[in-house]
């Protein structure tokens, strides 16, 4: 089995892959605070509830990648490794790691181990050119080329984030929850609110993609649009650029990246 652990700035999604097809997946909080002992102790309970794993941290385990957007974390998951994972194959994403995607930015380094990840995905999965729409903290835009390069990308507040912020700053307005509204027109403030999210990000969608397949294909009918993220769900119907959602993108990502890299270890 191997374990693959995708750190975002809000939430830890966590997949076990049996060969190539997902049978487990979790998605907990992340918390920069966390050591090693404790997210060895959080590991050892989830896993430990899934029939085809021992009750011992680590049975099963023959494999683990990761990825992360917290330094903190990484670090205390590189500690995971070492101590409880001591004899297992451990690849963490990060400079020098073998990933098969060209990388055409000003500073490679600066680009994000997530939004590599989800362009080694796209590539393997949908070939290029794609676009890469990742909803989790930040909304991210992440292009690839024919060829198979990452090209560079589109930062958005994410959902969540605008969502907190209009709460804050409007007066009369407050947290709500994220739900589809009934319709466009809201009869009320929350779904006025609701409106406001589901369709402002949909449109905000087709606009940026429509703009960025212009840029990366001669054709941007041949730039295939792959949504993912936690957040993704909520405007899937309306965004009329999707083509694809696949909600294991980094996931599936990450397993590619070991399996690229674990027989040069």
């Known amino acids: 089995?191997?374990?693959?652990?995708?750190?975002?700035?809000?939430?830890?999604?966590?997949?076990?892959?049996?060969?190539?097809?997902?049978?487990?997946?979790?998605?907990?909080?992340t918390d920069a605070r966390r050591t090693a002992d404790e997210l060895a102790v959080l590991l050892q309970g989830l896993m430990g509830m899934h029939p085809?794993?021992?009750?011992?941290?680590?049975?099963?385990?023959?494999?683990?990648?990761?990825?992360?957007?917290?330094?903190?974390?990484?670090?205390?998951?590189?500690?995971?490794?070492?101590?409880?994972?001591?004899?297992?194959?451990?690849?963490?994403v990060e400079p020098g790691i073998k990933t098969g995607v060209p990388i055409l930015m000003d500073n490679p380094k600066e680009v994000g181990a997530d939004r590599i990840i989800n362009a080694v995905a796209a590539v393997e999965l949908y070939g290029g050119p794609a676009i890469v729409v990742d909803f989790g903290t930040a909304t991210t835009f992440d292009a690839v080329s024919a060829r198979g390069e990452y090209t560079g990308g589109v930062i958005a507040p994410g959902i969540e984030i605008s969502v907190e912020a209009l709460g804050v700053r409007g007066a009369q307005l407050r947290k709500i929850e994220l739900a589809r509204p009934r319709a466009v027109i809201g009869k009320n403030t929350v779904e006025a609110m609701q409106a406001g999210i589901v369709y402002g990000f949909a449109g905000q969608v087709d606009g940026v993609v429509s703009r960025m397949a212009r840029e990366l294909a001669d054709d941007p009918d041949d730039v295939t649009v792959i949504a993912t993220g936690g957040l993704a769900p909520m405007v899937l119907g309306e965004a009329a650029a999707?083509?694809?959602?696949?909600?294991?993108?980094?996931?599936?990502?990450?397993?590619?990246?070991?399996?690229?890299?674990?027989?040069?270890?």
Do not use: K
């Open 1 to 29: 089995m191997l374990l693959t652990i995708d750190v975002g700035n809000t939430h830890t999604v966590l997949g076990l892959f049996d060969g190539e097809d997902i049978v487990e997946h979790w998605r907990i909080s």
């Open 52 to 92: 085809l794993l021992g009750e011992e941290l680590g049975d099963g385990i023959d494999g683990i990648a990761i990825c992360s957007t917290v330094p903190s974390v990484l670090h205390e998951l590189r500690e995971v490794t070492r101590r409880y994972y001591g004899d297992v194959p451990a690849v963490l």
């Open 242 to 265: 999707i083509d694809e959602h696949e909600p294991w993108l980094t996931l599936i990502g990450l397993r590619l990246v070991y399996e690229r890299n674990v027989s040069r270890m």
